[in-house]
C-alpha cells in the first residue's frame, strides 16, 4: 500500500505561480512512478505530468508544456509540482497519483495508475 497526501493549493491570479507537494509513505517511493491528474468540475481527469522512478524521464499534458515542471525527491519521498503562469483554465482538483510500473506505457491514462491522493485545490482567478 502507499498512502499519498497532497498540500500547496490555493486561490492565485491568474499568471501567478504554486507549487504542490505529494508525500509518499508505505512502500519504496524511489521505484513508483509519480504523476499527477487534475479534475474539472463536469470534466474528465486529465493528466498533468509525470516522472518516471529515475527523476530524469518526465512526461507533460500538452496544456501544462512549457508552464509546469514535475520533480521528485526520493530522499524525502516526495513529488512536486511547480506551476507557473497559471490560467483560468487550470483551476481544478489537482491529484497525486503513484503507480509500480516503470516505463512510460500509459503514463497519462488514470487507470494505469494504483494509488491515489486526496487531492488539493486550485483555484485560479481573472
Known amino acids: 500500500q502507499v498512502q499519498l497526501v497532497e498540500s500547496g493549493g490555493g486561490l492565485v491570479q491568474a499568471g501567478g505561480s504554486l507549487r504542490l507537494s505529494c508525500a509518499a509513505s508505505g512502500r519504496t517511493f524511489s521505484i513508483l512512478t509519480m504523476g499527477w491528474f487534475r479534475q474539472a468540475p463536469g470534466k474528465e481527469r486529465e493528466f498533468v505530468a509525470a516522472?518516471?522512478?529515475?527523476?530524469?524521464?518526465?512526461y507533460y499534458g500538452d496544456s501544462v508544456k512549457g508552464r509546469f515542471t514535475i520533480s521528485r525527491d526520493n530522499a524525502a519521498s516526495t513529488v512536486y509540482l511547480q506551476m507557473n503562469s497559471l490560467k483560468p483554465e487550470d483551476t481544478a482538483v489537482y491529484y497525486c497519483a503513484a503507480r509500480a510500473a516503470g516505463t512510460s506505457v500509459g503514463i497519462d491514462r488514470p487507470g494505469e495508475y494504483d494509488y491515489w491522493g486526496q487531492g488539493t485545490q486550485v483555484t485560479v482567478s481573472s
Open positions: 516522472i518516471l522512478w529515475n527523476g530524469r524521464n518526465t
